[in-house]
């Protein structure tokens, strides 16, 4: 179709675009017409299936349970009781009103949940019990057999047991998983860990957004730090890898840097501030801001000072100058990698706040600006999540869908795939 | 749903007429009833949108019969997780959005590893000048992501409300905004800087002025 009337210089866009449309019109050709002959076929032969499948799955099941009968009736599942707490009807343990809820179990394991925990036993079987730790902190305490196998998942990250006591937290809103082993030794697998991190007696790994940190807590511990590639459990003797080996802690205390920290405190050594904050000197990274005074603070710092005390005064849960310092990144190096990445953090405030569709806006604008960034995976995992909650399951099935596409082994992996179950 | 070996079949109950004269609301609870019409209502509704969208974003000649059966059984699968009936629409053109930026995934990786994609078949418009204009505008789409080009098909093709574009692929209002406006001004720069693009239309704009 020719134009006839005035330039095309102001809107050659335009005449593109009604072109683009005439192309694929309202009416359908018969051949396309036919396509509904074609679904319904497809319908009539998936309840056909259906059926089928139902069929054989009911074979099989029956089946197995007649083969394996003898096994089953001689190892059966572990048990649990509750102790001083609620049982929700989706399984949810809370500890009652100001104490601690004890689940125990009949091998003998327990798992304590601090008041204000929230915990789920998700897998009981023969030889070890699964457990979700969804908020809050549990210690936990496993009798080690020779066929122990024990895990407690507490968001993106798994925590395989094979006999140990160890005290354990997580906050969602901040995506920190706290891990103290008092005795025994444990792997912790999740982002960044790369299949795997050995934690022994004495050592205390923290986990919050892309770094890894092990710190020595006891003088004389039983173990070096280990980084087990294989996701093995080992009993803390296990090999270091050469070449990029955990720095071996040798004093007390000494803080010990796992190659794995790929986050933000992690990248930059030349501010003072990112290397109080690697230290974990949240509070003095504050006090020094606020001496300098904040509004200066924060039209003035360099990026990797802003930085740093943005994630200073998020770990101190002081939201409000975390998004000043944020929204400060964002304005003055708007380009730059962390500018970008501030708005996956103001995503994770907004979420904490309830906030939940200036949380979705901000996790989108992350998105946009840096599809293939550190952190596209949890955004779009939180992305899924929060269309849930605002939306209904049908649409969050539909980004379930991207997810899996994008990050087919990524932290919410599993929680797509139970969007888009049947 | 079996009781005493009879299936039983989810009927609707409409206060008049038949299913195809009900709004979207009736259609999807009567899809999430399993009313054995409801498929074929919804196909009749939904089609010509689902093939336009579909035809619109992957460009001239794209064979669409297989995505636009995965539209639909898509949404014959998950239609009893909509939470609100009404959006019935807008849900369509959700999956309609999934399928299309899957497809077009596929053929980028397809073309990353040198895989042959098949060729388009040249589109049905009659100006063979025009047919040519089609398949360089279409190549500067196929510059653009897959949910860019989604939005602009939605917005500028389909002419879909701001809000309903947000809706179809998740986004918030502002951020769509955001990218739309990006995005039209991407590919009006790569339009001006296309040779056989400045050559028809300045050939067109002669033509006007005669």
Known sequence: ?422 | MRQGGVRRVNLTVLSGGTLAEQDDATLARALMADDPRAPRVAWQRFAPMVHRILKRTLGPGADVEDLVQEVFLCLFDRVKTLREPKALKAFVIAISAMTVRAELRRRRTRRMFWLDVAAPSPSVHPDPEGREALVHFYQILDRLGAQDRTAFVLRFMEEMELTDVASALHTSLSTTKRRLARVWQRVALLVERDPALTHYLSSLDREALQ
């Open chain 1, 1 to 422: 179709m020719r134009s006839v009337t005035g330039s095309l210089k102001s809107d050659p866009l335009q005449h593109l675009l009604r072109l683009a449309k005439e192309q694929a019109g309202d009416e359908l050709s018969a051949h396309e017409q036919a396509g509904l002959e074609r679904l319904e076929y497809a319908l009539a032969n998936r309840r056909r299936n259906w059926s089928w499948t139902w069929a054989v799955a009911f074979a099989a099941v029956l089946g197995g349970a007649l083969l394996f009968l003898p096994r089953l009736l001689g190892t059966r599942a572990l048990s649990v009781e509750v102790v001083s707490g609620t049982v929700s009807e989706g399984g949810y343990v809370r500890p009652a009103q100001g104490s601690d809820a004890l689940l125990r179990f009949s091998d003998g394991s327990e798992v304590k949940l601090i008041s204000g925990a929230r915990a789920r036993v998700t897998e009981l079987k023969a030889h070890g019990a699964r457990v979700l730790l969804e908020s809050g902190q549990a210690r936990v305490h496993v009798v080690h057999r020779a066929d122990t196998k024990w895990a407690l998942d507490a968001g993106p990250y798994t925590v395989q047991v094979t006999g140990t006591e160890f005290d354990l937290s997580w906050a969602s809103a901040d995506e920190l998983l706290d891990l103290h082993l008092r005795k025994g030794s444990v792997v912790v697998s999740g982002p960044f860990t790369l299949g795997g991190v050995g934690v022994g007696t004495g050592q205390h790994l923290i986990a919050k957004q892309g770094s890894i940190t092990l710190e020595m807590d006891t003088p004389e511990s039983e173990t070096s730090p280990t980084h087990s590639p294989t996701g093995a459990a080992d009993d803390g003797a296990g090999s270091t890898d050469s070449g990029d080996a955990d720095e071996s802690a040798t004093a007390e205390g000494e803080r010990v840097k796992s190659p794995l920290s790929s986050g933000r405190q992690a990248a930059n050594s030349k501010s003072g501030w990112s290397a109080m904050v690697a230290q974990g000197q949240f509070a003095s990274v504050l006090e020094e801001a606020e001496h300098r005074g904040i509004a200066t603070t924060l039209s003035r710092a360099p990026l990797d000072d802003l930085a740093a005390l943005a994630d200073a005064a998020r770990y101190m849960r002081r939201d409000d100058w975390a998004r000043r310092a944020y929204h400060a990144e964002r304005g003055r190096f708007p380009t730059s990698r962390r500018g970008r990445e501030a708005a996956f953090f103001l995503g994770g405030l907004a979420e904490g706040d309830s906030e939940l569709s200036a949380a979705l806006d901000w996790y989108d604008r992350y998105l946009n600006d840096s599809p293939h960034g550190t952190y596209a995976s949890q955004a779009l995992g939180h992305k899924m999540v929060l269309v849930r909650k605002l939306q209904g399951p049908g649409p969050a099935s539909l980004i379930a869908h991207d997810y899996l596409e994008r990050f087919p082994d990524g932290p919410y992996a599993s929680a797509a795939k139970k969007l888009l179950a049947p």
